[in-house]
């Protein structure tokens, strides 16, 4: 009997040990003891995932940059704004994910801190009046954001242009020409970064102040008709005025994927190119 009971202890005691080193513990070959679990510091380095990549998009607040906002947003990535006049005033929950940031591309160089860890920039920044003022906005600010994302080492640009309207490009010469002057300077800064859109009416739900305007019930009409009327584009000077309009949802879509995905061709598209772009496939 006491040889029966003597080996069910030596049993329990090898189960013990057995469900020990179960638990992370193991038998030392130099005694009985039972050594401590491992340490964390012990254990193999697993590398964090890379950081997501952070998008820059001057003119944020507008009509244009909110839908690319989102759609970055939308998209997972981490998105900054840079404006003249910062974080716009709408409540919408979107707004509340983006980094803004206040600042002019024609005055000084705080604003370049909005560069910071960027990954790629997309600029909407635009605007009309004079042919002066025109030439500053459309050209020489956005000259400025080029210049600086190149120095900083930023790899794409995306920067949305216009397209060429026949005779409206003479009624508004310094809008024009500030705009190929933007392009001509991402040809040179960015020769395999650079994605110019070239839309021509953008349609889509505008804000302003606190009214809506929905755009889309003459742009969407209008875009059904013109998109198979590319033949009569040729026509002279009235020609270029049949440019189909374009949703604003498409030109976001074609502009992130412009930022974001390697494979994607430098250029210029049009906007037959955009419409083409924002219905394949997410990439």
Same mark, same amino acid.
């Given at each position: 009997? +006491?040889?029966?009971?003597?080996?069910?202890? +030596?049993?329990?005691?090898?189960?013990?040990?057995?469900?020990?080193?179960?638990?992370?513990?193991?038998?030392?070959?130099?005694?009985? #003891?039972?050594?401590?679990?491992? #340490? &964390?510091?012990?254990?193999?380095?697993? /590398?964090?995932?890379?950081?997501?990549?952070?998008?820059? *998009?001057?003119?944020?607040?507008?009509?244009?940059?909110?839908?690319?906002?989102?759609?970055?947003?939308?998209?997972?990535?981490?998105?900054?704004?840079?404006?003249?006049?910062?974080?716009?005033?709408?409540?919408? $929950?979107?707004?509340?994910? @983006?980094?803004?940031? $206040?600042? =002019?591309?024609?005055?000084?160089?705080?604003?370049?801190?909005?560069?910071?860890?960027?990954?790629? &920039?997309?600029?909407?920044?635009?605007? !009309?009046?004079?042919?002066?003022?025109?030439?500053?906005?459309?050209?020489?600010?956005?000259?400025?954001?080029?210049?600086?994302?190149?120095?900083?080492?930023?790899?794409?640009?995306?920067?949305?242009?216009?397209?060429?309207?026949?005779?409206? /490009?003479?009624?508004?010469?310094?809008?024009?020409?500030?705009?190929?002057?933007?392009?001509?300077?991402?040809?040179?800064?960015?020769?395999?970064?650079? &994605?110019?859109?070239?839309?021509? !009416?953008?349609?889509?739900?505008?804000?302003?102040? /606190?009214? #809506?305007?929905?755009?889309?019930? %003459?742009?969407?009409?209008?875009?059904?008709?013109? $998109?198979?009327?590319?033949?009569? /584009? $040729? %026509?002279? @000077?009235?020609?270029?005025?049949?440019?189909?309009? *374009? =949703?604003?949802?498409?030109?976001?879509?074609?502009?992130?994927?412009?930022?974001?995905?390697?494979? !994607?061709?430098?250029?210029? @598209?049009?906007?037959?190119?955009?419409?083409?772009?924002?219905?394949? #496939?997410?990439?």
């Amino acid at each position: 009997m +006491s040889r029966l009971i003597h080996s069910r202890l +030596s049993l329990s005691r090898l189960s013990n040990t057995w469900g020990s080193i179960g638990r992370g513990r193991y038998l030392s070959t130099e005694s009985n #003891k039972i050594d401590e679990p491992l #340490k &964390v510091e012990d254990a193999e380095t697993i /590398n964090p995932p890379p950081a997501a990549e952070k998008v820059l *998009v001057l003119g944020g607040n507008g009509f244009v940059g909110s839908h690319i906002c989102k759609e970055a947003l939308d998209r997972g990535l981490s998105v900054a704004s840079l404006s003249r006049s910062g974080k716009p005033s709408i409540k919408d $929950q979107w707004a509340n994910k @983006v980094s803004w940031h $206040q600042g =002019d591309l024609l005055s000084g160089d705080s604003w370049k801190e909005a560069l910071n860890e960027v990954t790629s &920039v997309i600029s909407c920044v635009g605007g !009309f009046g004079s042919n002066t003022f025109m030439y500053k906005i459309n050209g020489t600010a956005n000259i400025n954001a080029v210049r600086a994302a190149a120095e900083k080492g930023i790899k794409r640009f995306v920067y949305i242009s216009a397209s060429d309207f026949g005779v409206i /490009n003479y009624l508004l010469q310094g809008y024009y020409e500030g705009k190929r002057a933007t392009e001509t300077e991402l040809l040179t800064k960015f020769p395999y970064g650079h &994605v110019i859109l070239r839309p021509g !009416f953008i349609y889509g739900t505008r804000r302003v102040g /606190n009214m #809506k305007l929905p755009l889309g019930v %003459i742009g969407s009409p209008l875009e059904m008709v013109l $998109q198979y009327a590319k033949s009569l /584009n $040729q %026509i002279p @000077v009235i020609g270029p005025l049949l440019t189909p309009p *374009v =949703d604003v949802k498409a030109v976001a879509k074609v502009a992130i994927r412009g930022a974001i995905d390697p494979v !994607f061709p430098p250029g210029i @598209v049009d906007v037959y190119g955009i419409k083409r772009y924002s219905q394949q #496939k997410a990439f």
